[in-house]
């Protein structure tokens, strides 16, 4: 089991920027793959990004492409997740997730931290 606490969320203007931190703990594999999702207010959680712990391959939702960036240091057992351009629609309680192996979305994953609100105001 690996636990995760994400941090850096808050309150930003429509068109600026965000970043998220999470820091893992525990057992980190190298086959970890680890991802970020979010859940708006009366939605259901919805995938935004993953990176591969080893390879630093990574995959993002269609909605965030080119404004998120994924990234992570391994030394620190830390992924960020950089929100630029954020649109109101982006506001959510965002979450930090981690799985060992598989494609980008199964299994499940099945680790998860806490969440962190963004909120993006117009």
């Known amino acids: 089991q690996v636990q995760l606490v994400e941090s850096g969320g808050g309150l930003v203007q429509a068109g600026n920027s965000l970043r998220l931190s999470c820091v893992a703990s525990?057992?980190?594999?190298?086959?970890?793959?680890m991802g970020w999702f979010r859940q708006a207010p009366g939605k259901e959680r919805e995938f935004v990004t993953a990176?591969?712990?080893?390879?630093?391959?990574?995959y993002y939702a269609d909605s965030v492409k080119g404004r998120f960036t994924i990234s992570r240091d391994n030394a620190k057992n830390t992924v960020y997740l950089q929100m630029n351009s954020l649109k109101p629609e982006g506001t959510a309680v965002y979450y930090c997730?981690?799985?060992?192996?598989?494609?980008?979305?199964?299994?499940?994953?099945?680790?998860w931290g806490q969440g962190t609100q963004v909120t993006v105001s117009s």
């Open positions: 525990g057992r980190i594999f190298d086959s970890y793959i």
């Open positions: 997730a981690a799985k060992v192996g598989g494609t980008w979305l199964m299994p499940p994953y099945n680790n």
């Open positions: 990176i591969r712990w080893d390879a630093g391959n990574t």
